[in-house]
């Protein structure tokens, strides 16, 4: 994929195994193929294509993922080469399964669909072709024409479901004019995927937040009141987690998720420091949130799992370590006092 420099192809490859098993499955293997130009028709080379053949159907294998967006045409060669009852996908589509399981309001939900709808409008030819493929060439041109009137539908319904979404949207935005009125300061929960988010929350206030080992185990914002030492109050959210490689189709269906951190009086951005790579997550985060133009909003750095970290972690971080920062370990409270002390600090209530 394009935007692989910094993460590696193993790396990605790994978070893609996480996606998958948090959509459920279970993961038995995976390979990849250095290529300069993928192939047209197949994404992966022939013998490839052979090798994955052989591997699935010796381990029963039923899902076979790719890693990058495939086009209709090879998801179609690929479930033909693979011999018809393994179902091919791609990591646009798990992700999508994934938000479909997990989308808990009506916001989101509509989001999740309009964002299925939109990655099928291309892909609605497989089904057609097939239809003609078995009809032995009889109904010549029938699957086209059916392709072009599915397609209207599919307009049809995403414009209807755009208008929907627009609604809702405005009836929260109307909602939050009216909880920005009163004053209790709202802090909101950013962070990579697992970094410990819900836990942070759950730990703070004792909200059954839904927290797992799993990616996107918090799809939608989850508010709840925390009380400080001082009596006073603040709102705590919960938001959508990062991921890696969130595909640009999806980045564009759920930054609207993300929209409410605008009108927080604070941004936490919670880091899991025991991650081998949490220095590139606290960048992907960085880049997202100046994209949401919440600079002027001030920000409170949480180093959390100091209770995992390894010593070499720990010294390499305690090395560009900043005054902004606080350690903590949700898990086992350590530390949470001093996170509560920060945050009513930067209040200043
Ligand atoms: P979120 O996606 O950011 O909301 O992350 P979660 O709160 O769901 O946490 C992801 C995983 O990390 C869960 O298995 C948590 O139990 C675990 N976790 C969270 N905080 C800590 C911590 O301080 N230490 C350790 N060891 N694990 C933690």
Not at 8 to 16: F, M, P, Q, R, Y
Not at 48 to 65: G, M, N, R, S, Y
Not at 291 to 307: G, T, Y
Not at 325 to 345: K, N, R
């Amino acid at each position: 994929g394009e935007q692989e420099i910094s993460f590696g192809i193993e790396e990605s490859l790994k978070e893609l195994a996480q996606l998958a098993d948090t959509a459920g499955l279970m993961v038995v293997g995976s390979s990849f193929q250095k290529l300069v130009t993928p192939n047209g028709r197949t994404y992966i080379g022939s013998g490839k294509v052979t090798e994955i053949k052989d591997a699935v159907h010796a381990l029963d294998v039923e899902t076979v993922i790719f890693d990058d967006e495939l086009s209709a045409g090879q998801l179609r060669n690929l479930e033909k080469a693979f011999g018809g009852k393994i179902r091919v996908c791609d990591r646009t589509a798990l992700i999508l399964d994934i938000f479909n399981q997990r989308a808990a309001t009506h916001e989101a939900a509509l989001q999740v669909a309009l964002a299925q709808m939109e990655y099928q409008l291309p892909r609605l030819t497989k089904m057609w072709t097939h239809l003609e493929r078995q009809a032995g060439g009889q109904v010549k041109g029938m699957g086209e024409k059916q392709i072009e009137v599915d397609k209207r539908i599919l307009r049809t319904q995403i414009g209807v479901l755009k208008k929907e979404l627009e609604t809702v949207r405005k009836h929260r935005r109307q909602y939050r004019n009216r909880r920005v009125s009163v004053p209790i300061p709202v802090v909101s929960l950013v962070g990579y995927t697992n970094a410990g988010k819900s836990t942070l929350l759950n730990r703070l206030t004792g909200a059954n937040v839904l927290a797992e080992d799993r990616l996107f185990a918090t799809l939608d914002p989850t508010t709840r009141r925390v009380q400080m030492n001082n009596g006073k109050e603040f709102l705590l959210t919960d938001t959508v987690g990062f991921i890696q490689k969130l595909p640009t189709t999806l980045v564009a269906a759920f930054r609207a998720t993300l929209e409410e951190i605008s009108e927080s009086s604070l941004l936490v951005h919670v880091v899991d420091i025991s991650h081998p790579l949490a220095q590139q997550q606290i960048d992907a985060v960085d880049k997202v949130l100046s994209e949401l133009d919440v600079a002027a909003i001030p920000q409170l750095m949480v180093w959390n799992k100091v209770d995992k970290a390894s010593d070499s972690q720990k010294i390499k971080i305690e090395a560009n370590n900043r005054e902004d920062v606080v350690c903590v370990s949700a898990l086992t409270g350590d530390g949470l006092q001093d996170f509560c002390d920060a945050v009513q600090a930067r209040l200043k209530v």
